[in-house]
């Protein structure tokens, strides 16, 4: 049985960064996230054979992504 392959956190820098806007740290945040928002963006679709397919669902998608933005650039460290 495979392990699942790990993925390193964002440094706080980063998470500093993209609290203070910086585009391309959120764009790495959200890469971090990119695997658990398409595992919870997934609709079940039936086609014309009655077979039934898991898609994601672009909208829902765009949605959480848009959710995790707005709550990064809210953010408050308190130190």
């Not at 390193?8 to 609290?19: D, G, H, K, R, Y």
């Not at 949605?63 to 933005?69: A, D, F, N, Q, V």
Request: charged share 35%.
């Amino acid at each position: 049985m495979e392990s699942k392959k790990r993925r390193e956190m964002p440094e706080f820098e980063t998470i500093q960064a993209a609290i203070k806007g910086d585009a391309e740290a959120i764009n790495h945040i959200l890469s971090y996230f990119q695997p658990f928002i398409n595992s919870e963006c997934k609709r079940k679709y039936e086609d014309e054979f009655g077979r039934i397919h898991y898609v994601p669902d672009e909208y829902m998608k765009r949605r959480l992504e848009t959710k995790l933005i707005t709550k990064i650039l809210n953010f408050e460290i308190r130190l």
